[in-house]
């Protein structure tokens, strides 16, 4: 099993900034991929980024150009840097954990979530 611990969340003004971090710990020999997913009140979870551990990644379209993912292997920490929030931007926020095999993505290990909120 992997644990997945994650920081960063708060409130924050329209145009702003937040980093997310997230711990992984546990079996981390069995992934190679970590990412982000997010879930706005009334919607339903959507992809952020992902991360491999090769330092591929791959984004939503609605976050590119705004949202940087990356990871720190020594310290098994992804990151989310986001830039330029908007209200919409307004979530929790999951770091994941799983594999990339191919093109395809799996995320089988979730964290608990941490709340982002974006005045206007």
């Known amino acids: 099993q992997v644990q997945l611990v994650e920081s960063g969340g708060g409130l924050v003004q329209a145009g702003g900034s937040l980093r997310l971090s997230c711990a992984a710990s546990?079996?981390?020999?069995?992934?190679?991929?970590m990412g982000w997913y997010r879930q706005a009140p009334g919607k339903q979870r959507e992809f952020v980024a992902g991360?491999?551990?090769?330092?591929?990644?791959n984004y939503a379209d609605s976050m590119k150009g705004r949202f940087t993912i990356s990871r720190d292997n020594a310290k098994n920490t992804v990151y989310l840097q986001m830039n330029s929030l908007k209200p919409e931007d307004t979530a929790v926020y999951y770091c994941v954990a799983g594999s990339k095999r191919g093109s395809g993505w799996s995320f089988g290990s979730w964290g608990q979530g941490t709340q982002v909120t974006v005045s206007s």
């Open positions: 991360i491999t551990t090769g330092g591929s990644t």
């Open positions: 546990g079996s981390i020999f069995s992934i190679n991929a």
